[in-house]
T-cell receptor, first 115, second 115 residues
């Protein structure tokens, strides 16, 4: 099993450009999450999904959109990137049947810089 | 609004020292508190605490929860340079019986251990 993978690992954007971050998991997990991490801020939840075709807003959803068309993939989109979206983005997944947070699987992260 | 606050925000010690990291929280419908270690990549799980006064221990690391005073501490004894990392505290809460595994994270404590 590859676990949780994220694509790309690094990206530099100019203000106003758009991009999509891909999170993929091969563990058949129902729940998936997107977090961002900024210095001194811990991890903050952007959006999450409890199953294929469903998404919901987290703490800091503004400026982002998500889609979960397939159970194994959770996409995070930036329609018009802003410097405030410079951050490290982490995806995570967990099983509905084993919802203990101690069993959360995190991806390796995507470092995004917006100039 | 749910809140998780860690202190100190950064700490520099020498090998062999003992450190205590603090995490206080104000959340509704508390379910569990988690500690993670993060070394330039995704967070790795350390402990999950659900009951007051019961110490969790793993090698030189230990943690305890006080649900009356709403805080937890993470102790590291005989620190080593490999303990240098960001230590994150997070709280899981239930909302109407379902929290969807959303976690609220603290800001993190940056620990630096010098040889």
């Amino acid at each position: 099993n590859a676990g949780v993978t994220q694509t790309p690992k690094f990206r530099v954007l100019k203000t106003g450009q758009s991009m999509t971050l891909l999170c993929a998991q091969d563990m058949n997990h129902e729940y998936m999450y997107w977090y961002r991490q900024d210095p001194g801020m811990g991890l903050r939840l952007i959006h999450y999904s409890v199953g294929e075709g469903t998404t919901a807003k987290g703490e800091v959803p503004d400026g982002y959109n998500v889609s979960r068309l397939k159970k194994q993939n959770f996409l995070l989109g930036l329609e018009s990137a802003a410097p405030s979206q410079t951050s490290v983005y982490f995806c995570a997944s967990t099983s509905l049947r084993r919802l203990s947070p101690s069993l959360r699987h995190f991806g390796p992260g995507t470092r995004l810089t917006v100039l | 609004e749910d809140k998780v606050v860690q202190s100190p925000l950064s700490l520099v010690v020498h090998e062999g020292d003992t450190v205590t990291l603090n995490c206080s929280y104000e959340v509704t419908n508390f379910r569990s508190l988690l500690w993670y270690k993060q070394e330039k990549k995704a967070p790795t799980f350390l402990f999950m605490l659900t009951s007051s006064g019961i110490e969790k221990k793993s090698g030189r690391l230990s943690s305890i929860l006080d649900k009356k005073e709403l805080f937890s501490i993470l102790n590291i004894t005989a620190t080593q340079t490999g303990d240098s990392a960001i230590y994150l505290c997070a709280v899981d809460r239930s909302a109407g019986g379902t929290s969807y595994g959303k976690l609220t994270f603290g800001q993190g404590t940056i620990l630096t251990v010098h040889p």
